[in-house]
């Protein structure tokens, strides 16, 4: 069984739930750490070790970024690589916005015209 | 700006009144930084998609300096230090925002951003985002720090072609000004 990782908020990254018991995997917040690799790389770690032993499990996807800088954003890409590499009917993308963001909007339409196969669901609050 | 320099000055002004000074790029003052012109510009009543842009653009831009610049320093943490200027104007009357900034850099970096520029100086909003999409398909899992686009991320935020020049100043150092209005 994979140990769940809960990372606080911070300045300048974002909270991170991966939960392995409930499915849940959750990024809330800005980010732009300054070694963005460093930051990311035990939770893509975890990510593909998640999708490898979880098998069709209900897995749900918050994803609740309100700002990240350019090194992040491929980090995300390479994220949404793996959801995509191990799509099942029962993963399922929230993907959050504050309502009337264009630029989170076309942020949303890109990764959903890129990632085809996944189920990505736009969320206005 | 001299080889030894190690002040840097970091600007902030509304109507050329200015209301933020920090003497150091590193991760901990762009934080700083950025909040402060984030909350100042709102307090403007600037319309937020402007203030977010600008957010974001001084957030990669510093950040670009504290990775690349010229004679930056990094301790066994990694914490970065380095040297630049970076300043912010608002132009009430034109409701125009300047993002300038300077540091330096080499010319192997120059000739870096020289390409970078002619391959996206004609594009479009669009067109500059296929272009990031691009950036992102072709760097899939190389798992390391840089983007390869931050100076697109930047370009795609100013209203019209930004101001850059390169000035030699000794061996293979150059000094980069960029400036960019949002």
């Not at chain 1, 069709?56 to 970024?65: A, F, G, I, R, W």
């Not at chain 2, 600007?11 to 050329?16: A, G």
């Not at chain 2, 600037?46 to 203030?51: A, F, G, L, M, W």
Request: proline share 2%; charged share 30%.
């Amino acid at each position: 069984m994979m140990e769940n990782i809960l990372l606080e908020k911070t300045d300048d990254t974002p909270k991170v739930v991966l939960d392995y018991d409930k499915g849940v995997i959750e990024f809330e917040g800005e980010c732009y750490p300054e070694n963005t690799y460093e930051f990311f790389e035990p939770i893509i770690k975890w990510i593909e070790e998640y999708f490898q032993t979880s098998g069709d499990k209900e897995t749900t996807v918050n994803y609740k970024l309100t700002y990240f800088n350019s090194s992040t954003a491929q980090a995300i890409f390479d994220i949404f690589d793996i959801f995509d590499e191990h799509n099942h009917p029962n993963l399922h993308i929230n993907w959050y916005i504050t309502k009337g963001d264009r630029n989170a909007i076309k942020d949303f339409e890109e990764f959903k015209e890129e990632f085809e196969d996944l189920d990505i669901q736009l969320v206005e609050i | 700006m001299k080889e030894d320099s190690k002040e840097v000055e970091l600007s902030v002004s509304v109507d050329e009144y200015v209301i933020a000074t920090i003497k150091k790029i590193t991760q901990e003052s762009i934080i700083a930084t950025a909040k402060n012109i984030k909350k100042t510009l709102l307090e403007h009543n600037i319309e937020n998609e402007k203030v977010l842009s600008v957010y974001e653009a001084t957030i990669e831009i510093l950040q670009n300096i504290l990775k690349y610049a010229y004679g930056r320093k990094i301790d066994e943490n990694k914490t970065r230090e380095a040297d630049g200027e970076f300043s912010l104007t608002y132009n009430r009357m034109k409701n125009e925002i300047t993002l300038s900034a300077t540091n330096l850099i080499t010319t192997s970096q120059q000739k870096l951003i020289e390409q970078r520029i002619n391959e996206i100086k004609d594009l479009n909003e669009k067109e500059l985002r296929k272009y990031i999409r691009e950036k992102l398909r072709s760097r899939r899992h190389i798992h390391a720090d840089g983007s390869g686009f931050g100076f697109a991320t930047i370009i795609a935020k100013a209203k019209n072609t930004p101001d850059i020049t390169f000035e030699p100043l000794f061996g293979n150092v150059v000094k980069y000004s960029l400036k960019l209005v949002i």
